[in-house]
């Protein structure tokens, strides 16, 4: 089926039936878009974590990154 097709059986819908594709779309597609960002966050809290364990990265304790925040921009 193409999108050709498609287009000219949504021709046929009324008004209404439209509006109710249009809704349905827009709620599926956000559902995709959620589920990938969502895998994209995932993985990237996975990298992290492999990082860590590795040893490729170190940890700095938040007091640390404030104590150095607080002296980089004293007020």
């Known amino acids: 089926m193409s999108i050709a ?6 021709a ?16 599926t597609t ?6 990938a960002e969502e895998a994209a966050e995932l993985a990237l809290a996975e990298q992290r974590s ?3 364990r ?6 700095i304790p938040w007091e640390e990154v404030k104590r150095q925040l607080a002296i980089a921009s004293p007020t």
């Open 30 to 35: 956000a559902l995709e878009d959620e589920d």
């Open 5 to 10: 097709h498609i287009r000219e059986q949504i």
């Open 50 to 52: 492999e990082e860590l």
């Open 12 to 27: 046929e819908l009324s008004y209404e039936e439209r509006l109710q594709l249009s809704d349905w779309l827009q709620i």
């Open 54 to 59: 590795s040893g490729a990265v170190i940890a």
